[in-house]
């Protein structure tokens, strides 16, 4: 289920410029689809983006733009045999504008493990739905995808490895002297492509942030 308030077009607009500066959501974890059995050799596990890594990539550029996220479950219990967990994820813009979706989920039953694992499942997959986002390396069923991406399985997380012509990137970054000019830059798909957008936000390197800071400041003075 979908709704908006009756006008849209502030939070529309300003959600069109956070995609566009959105890093790509990095798969930080794997497992195995549940309709599996429980004999999984020989099975090539899902990986994917838990919620705390989908929330790492879209929150902070959602906030830059005005745009908060509220989620909302509840849970009705209809018979012993059906628990029904629903996630509303809103977005709220600073217009007043907002829009909203409900992901309903089917727990397996009604234990408090069961429910918080269906909420946690949908608040995810909405989030994703209403921000666009990308998880970047989830459910990786080819070499192909494996190489573009630079994901290796390592235990329980997907580490990455720098793209080729990071260090080259990184510095172009920061020998721009206006808060502006380092947004667009990212923006730009030929100045930050997604492997290098997608390696900044796993390794959470403080730099970017750091010299963003310090350009806004120096923004606000001139």
């Given at each position: ?15 069109v410029t956070a995609q566009l500066d959105m890093p ?90 069961s429910i918080g694992s269906a909420i946690t499942y ?74 290098m957008r997608q390696f900044l936000a796993a390794t ?19």
């Amino acid at each position: 289920m979908f709704n908006t308030s009756d006008e849209t077009a502030e939070i529309t607009k300003a959600l069109v410029t956070a995609q566009l500066d959105m890093p790509p959501a990095v798969s930080n974890k794997r497992g195995y689809e549940k309709h599996q059995s429980n004999d999984v050799s020989g099975k090539k596990p899902r990986v994917y983006a838990d919620i705390n890594a989908v929330l790492r990539a879209v929150r902070p550029t959602l906030s830059q733009h005005g745009i908060a996220i509220i989620q909302g479950p509840s849970v009705s219990v209809s018979d012993a045999a059906c628990t029904l967990v629903s996630v509303v994820t809103r977005l709220n813009h600073t217009s007043g504008e907002w829009m909203e979706s409900t992901c309903y989920i089917r727990a397996k039953d009604d234990s408090a493990w069961s429910i918080g694992s269906a909420i946690t499942y949908a608040r995810r997959y909405g989030l994703v739905a209403m921000t666009g986002c990308v998880c970047a390396g989830e459910t990786i069923d080819d070499d192909a995808e494996d190489a573009q991406f630079g994901v290796k399985e390592d235990g329980a997380v997907v580490t990455l490895k720098k793209p080729k012509g990071y260090d080259a990137w990184q510095k172009s970054l920061l020998n721009m002297t206006s808060a502006k000019d380092l947004a667009k830059a990212f923006r730009d798909a030929k100045a930050s492509p997604q492997a290098m957008r997608q390696f900044l936000a796993a390794t959470q390197e403080t730099w970017f942030t750091n010299h963003r800071t310090k350009l806004e400041a120096n923004d606000a003075d001139v």
